[in-house]
């Protein structure tokens, strides 16, 4: 296994461009070392994390610590790829078996290298060239080869990298509009908030509000984000497909931290604006938590409102993880 000498700066750059290819997230040099430092807390270039010094890395272990990266961010499950290796094993004993496998690789390399690797194109070709196996081991044989390739330290022509990469600080420090139609939030950030729910509380307040509007898009509704600022206290309206004219849930979002409260005078004003526009029934989402007095008068009067405190809002963001 060779070893890779260089700088630590060079080292940072390079990481931060293949996780940014590979998830659409750039990371900064503190991100990186604060996340390898979970993992890798005995290697002494990640402790003094001096950028000027050169260090020697296997390039097993930069494979890793990338790999380990795109986990912590949410672009990879720590999945259990042993069943899958379990079925396709017998058929790799043989030398025979082998150089087909290797040459099913090369071939998923070359789709790769032109920009059309998908599960679809890969499992037609094993499926035209080993016509006597199981659909169950064929998608063994695709789940591995998919793995093994996006384990591989590549970096695809300059023309087709990937256009939409952002910085992880923007999440929490300026609203996000979304790269794709149709979404309120990109999908790489709601893979990010899935595994690492407790820093939900510390995004920037639009792209919190933008959060629970793609939760409810996603829960069929049709959503009308308002505008940020002078909205009445009514940050989303969500609809019924079938009638865009009268919303069906008005939704506040309160980004606190975990041990603020949203008061009952908030609420009071909450079920004001809820009966203004005579809509049935009103949300308060939030990362901290509803006073037990707001509580007790939504219970009282039979107020139509419900809460969202911060622990289901963190399974909301376990919910839309693309690997849920």
Known sequence: MGTVNFSLQSFYDSTSELVGFKSGILLSDLTMNKILLEK???EDFLIQNDVRKH???KSGDIQEMIKYLRIRIGNLP?????ID???IRPYLMSEDGMINYSKLSNYARSLRDVG???KAALYKRIKQKNEHLTDDVINAFVITILAELDDEIYYPPNSRRQMDQVMLDKLFDEEIKPSSDGAFLDQKFLDYLAVNGHEIEGIHWRNFERFIAEYFKRKNYHIVLGPGTNDG???IRAFNPDNLKDPLILIQCKRHSTNNQVDIN???AFHADLAYEDVPHGLIATTGYIASGG???VEARNYNISFAENEKVKQWSTAMWQFS
């Open 233 to 235: 206290g009514v940050d």
């Open 116 to 118: 059309q690797l998908t």
């Open 55 to 57: 260090v020697r890395i």
């Open 295 to 297: 509580k007790k008068v």
């Open 78 to 82: 720590p999945s259990d790829l042993s």
């Open 266 to 268: 908030t609420v009071k």
């Open 40 to 42: 890798y807390n005995n």
């Open 85 to 87: 290796y379990g079925l």
